[in-house]
């Protein structure tokens, strides 16, 4: 595989080799493909939790289970203070 670099990359994967951590570009370009392809099972794990998370919102609020905003943002205020002061 030919891939031209920008100097900076150049650079890098050269130290890469010479280290003996990859022995090739094409070690490194496939090491850093595996990577990206695992950050984005990640993201899309991640996205489809916060998906699931917000549509038992959206049930619960028209199930009329809602919580006063104003209520809620003292309480946790409450709580900052304890932990700060300590209690």
């Given amino acids: 595989m030919s891939l031209p670099l920008p100097p900076d ?3 890098f994967a050269d130290r890469q080799i010479a280290s003996g ?3 090739s570009l094409d070690e490194m ?3 850093g493909l595996r990577i990206l ?3 984005e099972q990640i993201y899309q ?5 916060l998906r699931r998370e917000l ?3 959206v049930l619960e609020a028209e199930q009329g289970e809602l919580l006063d905003a104003a209520s809620e943002i003292e309480a946790m205020r409450q709580r900052l203070r ?3 002061s300590g209690a």
């Fill in 29 to 31: 370009m496939l090491a």
């Fill in 9 to 11: 990359l150049q650079q």
């Fill in 82 to 84: 304890q932990r700060h």
């Fill in 55 to 57: 549509l038992l919102g």
């Fill in 37 to 39: 392809a695992e950050q």
């Fill in 21 to 23: 951590k990859y022995t």
């Fill in 45 to 49: 794990g991640r996205f489809e939790e």
